[in-house]
């Protein structure tokens, strides 16, 4: 069993701080998803975490022993990186046995291949093994790239946007086969990228690290249905979620420019603030209670963006399948209201007072 | 304004076609998507609608008169770049003049017009900066604007948003679109994300190496893909394709259920599969529906949370994997028994032997 605790991890440069009183941990088994935009301090964490790097202030405790002083080797880690960086000469047979062929293992033989063999079948890559691996696709290289970190059996993969050189048809397959790998193996993973999608469909867990913080942490679901800042809630959903200016007036929640309006939940609402409301949570109904302009229409195939003006306000709705609405049309429209998100103007989620 | 005309348009290089004959008629006014995987010769296509390529055989003609051979610049076509070609000495308003100073239009002249693109990209305030300072979207909108401003008869855009993040891409589509439809301009676009396409296109020409698939409304290649790779290429995921068996009454997949066969499929399916039986049948992921009386069944693979949705993985019939568009609601652990119906209006059908769709009789 492997339990892996940052605890109060900072990480200073000259010119900025990369990492902030960093501190989350994950379990035996977990699938934990570091996500956040460029420059966040995703990848320094993955360095930490591998002994790679020397954070500046805080530890990483290993199953509650501190292995701050321990050497990467020591830590018993794989990484998977966005570059494949296989060996192009050698067969992908090789190229997975390698690793188990170090001179600090020294595994035998017909143990590699036992073990070579297995990681293959898992990937889907049996019929490749004895091609270079310069002959390979993208797709095949990452598979492989993967495969040489399983057939190690480590502690922990510690993955850095391994899908995000691949196109789009290749991502969406490797992300489902991924998944499913690392639920059959019950393998430990933190796995970084900046993809919201990756992050909400792959994730046991998610940390959103932003400028060197964590800014959240939890389920896909908490991400999405309780965003705790701006930030959050404009991070993850496509598209963007509607962010309004919004008073409260007499029990009524109104939002400016627009004669959107609301019964005020029970919350501790100051005098201004910003509704969130996500675009599939605007459901046109001819008997709602709204009125908006079509403004642009986006179908795109499963379900359709519409680009609403509701009196001056632009507010972009989703529908699913093909819409009946024509761009320039007048709909009427209903909101999703125990679906509403309510932020300060700080940012922060607003909720209700504990009772 | 502008109507541009492809007849019988080829391109090789050496032996080998980057492009093979292609047709078509891009209307006045109207957006045409030319969408495919890298190495299809979408750009070529484009390059050679531009002029800065030639044709192997073949003619181009705009608006009615042939222009095969015309240099790009008497073709009064502008083109729109992945990246953005400023020119980083110049200010923002000498970038979007320049096209007009190397006409030797006059100075007023100049003026009225690049403070009309200005404000229509909603960019006044940028003029004075240096291109190199902004953002990666207001560069492009500096480009789309140096291209606006010389009213061009038709616009060329090669993959226009593909440098640009996620989120900025999905705004800049949006913005492009919207400046489509308030200066109806012909434009032809080149990308290899079919999101971009089915959001952008009037119509949208699907190709694959060297040779179009299929050229529809977004609804056409969405609903109706002529064969095995607009199935796949367009949506995401892409349609469900799995094999089957179908006799008069009904379709089998393997040993994981069986359904009547939806109306007005008999006859066309006899009549293209001449007694073959074998076929592969077709559905898009929303057409499934999780259902404990459905007549199809599987194990979930894996589950995906997309936020306003779920994807449910099934594997059926031992190898193959279905996606499943569900609702939040239920959660399905791995290995959880599902069984699934389908939607009979949205089954299609494709021949395995030519991969090519089977359209059920007009009803």
């Keep these: ?355 | 304004m502008a109507t541009i005309e492809l007849r019988k348009v080829e391109k090789k290089f050496g032996d080998s076609h980057a492009v093979k004959p292609l047709d078509l008629t891009i209307g006045d006014g109207e957006f045409v998507v030319l969408l495919g995987p890298s190495g299809c010769g979408k750009t070529t296509t484009l390059r050679m609608i531009s002029g800065l390529e030639t044709v192997t055989t073949g003619t181009i003609l705009l608006n009615g008169k042939e222009v095969t051979w015309n240099h790009p610049s008497e073709r009064d076509m502008a083109f729109v770049f992945q990246f953005y070609a400023l020119y980083s000495h110049l200010s923002v308003r000498q970038n979007i003049a320049f096209p007009l100073q190397a006409q030797g239009m006059k100075r007023v002249d100049i003026d009225r017009r690049v403070k009309e693109v200005v404000d229509i990209l909603r960019i006044p305030h940028l003029l004075r900066s240096r291109p190199g300072k902004l953002s990666g979207g207001d560069q492009q909108r500096v480009a789309l604007a140096r291209a606006l401003v010389r009213r061009p008869s038709a616009f060329l855009m090669d993959e226009p948003l593909g440098a640009l993040d996620a989120e900025l891409r999905e705004s800049m589509r949006a913005e492009i679109k919207n400046l489509h439809i308030a200066q109806h301009a012909t434009t032809v676009y080149v990308t290899h994300d079919q999101v971009e396409a089915m959001a952008m296109g009037d119509r949208i020409v699907v190709m694959s190496k060297a040779e179009v698939q299929q050229v529809g409304t977004p609804m056409e290649v969405y609903y109706n893909p002529s064969n095995l790779f607009v199935a796949r290429f367009i949506g995401s995921p892409g349609m469900n394709l799995v094999k089957g068996r179908v006799s008069r009454e009904s379709v089998i997949i393997g040993d994981c259920g069986k359904s009547p066969l939806p109306a007005g499929w008999n006859a066309s399916l006899a009549r293209s599969l001449d007694g073959l039986d074998e076929v592969l049948m077709g559905f898009r992921p929303e057409a499934a529906r999780v259902s404990a009386n459905g007549p199809f069944g599987g194990e979930v693979y894996s589950t995906d949370m997309h936020g306003a949705y779920t994807v449910l993985h099934v594997r059926i019939c031992g190898d193959e994997i279905v996606h499943i568009r569900s609702d939040r609601q239920t959660s399905y652990p791995m290995g959880t028994p599902v069984r699934f119906d389908l939607d009979p209006d949205m089954v299609r059908f494709f021949d395995p032997r030519t991969e090519a769709a089977i359209r059920r009789e007009a009803t």
């Design chain 1, 1 to 355: 069993m492997s339990r892996f605790e940052l605890q109060h991890i900072t990480r200073r440069f000259p010119t900025v701080t990369a990492l902030d009183d960093v501190s989350f941990s994950f379990a035996d088994g977990e699938f934990f998803v570091l996500l956040g935009p460029t420059g966040a301090g995703k990848t320094t964490t993955l360095r930490i975490i591998a002994g790679l790097e020397k954070q500046d202030g805080g530890s990483i405790l290993l199953d509650g022993q501190n292995i701050d002083s321990h050497t990467p080797a020591e830590r018993d880690v794989a990484f998977v990186f966005q570059q494949y960086s296989l060996y192009p000469t050698m067969t992908v047979y090789d190229n997975l046995a390698f690793p188990l062929r170090s001179p600090m293992r020294k595994t035998p033989e017909p143990e590699i291949k036992k073990k070579v063999e297995d990681a293959a079948e898992k990937l889907r890559i049996t019929q490749l093994l004895k091609r270079k691996t310069a002959q390979l696709s993208g797709g095949e290289m990452q598979r492989v790239a993967i495969g040489r970190a399983i057939v190690r059996e480590p502690r922990l993969f510690l993955m850095d946007e391994p899908l995000s050189n691949l196109d789009a048809k290749l991502r969406e397959a490797l992300r489902v086969e991924l998944k499913h790998l690392q639920k059959t193996q019950g393998s430990t993973t933190l796995f970084v990228t900046h993809d919201q999608i990756e992050a909400l469909t792959m994730a046991d867990r998610i940390a959103v690290l932003n400028e060197g913080r964590i800014v959240q942490q939890g389920t896909p679901d908490d991400i999405y249905d309780k965003p705790g800042t701006t930030f959050v809630a404009q991070l993850v959903g496509t598209p963007k979620i509607n962010l309004l200016q919004a008073a409260r007036q007499d029990g009524t929640v109104r939002v400016a420019d627009s004669g959107l309006s609301v019964p005020a939940p029970k919350l501790p609402l100051p005098a201004s603030f910003l509704l969130g409301i996500r675009p599939e949570d605007i459901r046109p109904d001819p008997k709602g209670a709204f009125t908006a302009k079509v403004v642009l229409i986006e179908p795109l195939g499963v379900e359709t963006i519409l680009h609403l003006r509701s009196g001056s306000l632009p507010i972009v709705g989703l529908v699913p399948g093909m819409a009946a609405q024509k761009t320039g049309e007048e709909i009427r429209f209903d909101i999703v209201q125990e679906k509403l998100h309510y932020f300060g103007t700080d940012g922060m989620r607003i909720v209700g007072d504990a009772l």
